[in-house]
């Protein structure tokens, strides 16, 4: 406590208290509870290639305004995006899935889910898309 007290650190502002309850990155633990998440925009997609990345969340919506390239995301992960069209929507390929479960519309208005699933291990690395029209 001293030297706490000479470093200037107080706990619960400056240092965490300990809380067991805090998640660890390198610690299994199981959640009592669920958890929500945000929706991250992806923004809108009318050229290129779109490589969406697991760091902006797992869920997030994007406007296909044209044709472009699906691409597969670059990291380990399961994620879900909800492809809206637009006026100007195109077709969506897609690069790199091992395996791809539907497709997408050029229907202005239609929206579809993207559920995507992508792992490595430590050898090969699978990635499964599936696409489900919502209308």
Request: net charge negative; glycine share 10%.
């Amino acid at each position: 406590a001293t030297s706490r007290t000479n470093l200037g650190v107080a706990i619960g502002s400056d240092v965490q208290a300990y809380d067991a309850d805090i998640l660890k990155a390198d610690t299994t633990d199981e959640l009592t509870a669920g958890f929500t998440a945000a929706v991250h925009s992806a923004g809108t997609k009318s050229s290129g290639t779109f490589t969406p990345d697991p760091a902006d969340g797992n869920f997030q919506h994007a406007t296909n305004d044209g044709a472009h390239t699906l691409a597969v995301p670059g990291s380990n992960c399961t994620m879900v995006i909800l492809y809206k069209n637009g006026s100007s929507a195109g077709a969506v390929t897609t690069s790199g899935y091992t395996v791809v479960e539907g497709s997408f519309s050029t229907t202005s208005g239609d929206e579809h889910m993207a559920f995507i699933t992508r792992i490595n291990d430590g050898s090969n690395t699978f990635s499964l898309l599936t696409i489900k029209a919502l209308q």
